[in-house]
């Protein structure tokens, strides 16, 4: 008989080196892994995965019928197209804004950098019901610092299409950018300066080279944003006024539905929701794992 120990380890079969690798393994930490792996997802599953899953199971229980019959309604017709009206504008906005922000942040040093950087966080920090009252305040057309003078000029903020549009804005904003400081602060500038040194302006660095590093910090802040600005009710409920067929938004729509006994349809407007931020978010898992993949070959 061969004695095992006496085999080298390179010249052992595969099986026999995982079975003896195995052997000197304690079986204390393999088994807190499986409970940490356990705890973690039953922990995601009842916070998540259960909730939105009964959200689609009651959108289907009574067949197609009524979400076809929902999504015929004209009044749930304008809260969606309200609702993608708002979540576009916020998206293009916080892109434009959070873009430029992490720029400023990361490659310039200035007075207050660090006050700046903390009052970012102030749309993720407080309720969105305190942020829709700020608006109100500084918005509102009889004693508002900026309402004022806007009515003056006609333009109504509040209790219309723009007031949405701004709180939307405004909870969505870090978004973006915490998504995008990172990134350009592990890629550094020395991509940028070898293109400076090479001729090119200040528009062609910012396009050719610091857009395509921070592409998939930049896609993930928009699919974030995106999911948030269609999601927002707190803040949107304040400065819409929630006026039927004007300045409802879907989100709205769905509790007005709910607490009138309208839950078929509440499922159907819920489910479409939560279906968009899904969609969006393993789309750009996917293409994600796709360009890894394809840098690693």
Known sequence: MVDIASVPQATRPSST???SSNLGRPAGPRIGRVALRVVVIGYVGLLVAWPVSLVFWNTFADGLAPVIETF???????????????????????????????LVLVRYEFPGKRLLNAVLDLPLSVSPVVVGLSIVLVYESTRGIFGVPLAAAG??????TPGIILATTF??????????????TEVGTEQEQ????????GPQTF?????????????????LCLARSIGEFGAVKVVSGNLIGQTQTATLMVEQMYFDFDQEQAFAVAGLLASIS????VV???LRSRAEKKGIS
């Open 155 to 160: 333009i109504q903020v509040l209790f219309s």
């Open 207 to 223: 396009w050719r080279i610091t857009i395509p590093a921070i592409r998939w910090g930049l896609t993930y802040g928009v699919v």
């Open 284 to 286: 750009v898992s996917v």
């Open 171 to 184: 909870i969505a904003m870090p978004l973006v950018i915490r998504e995008i400081v990172p990134v350009l």
């Open 194 to 201: 070898a293109a400076r040194s090479l001729g090119a302006s």
């Open 17 to 19: 080196r995982r079975a």
């Open 72 to 102: 015929t309604d004209p009044l749930v017709l304008a809260s969606l197209r309200l609702t993608a009206i708002a979540a576009a504008w916020s998206v293009v906005l916080n892109v434009v804004f959070g873009v430029t922000v992490s």
């Open 278 to 281: 899904i969609i969006a978010i």
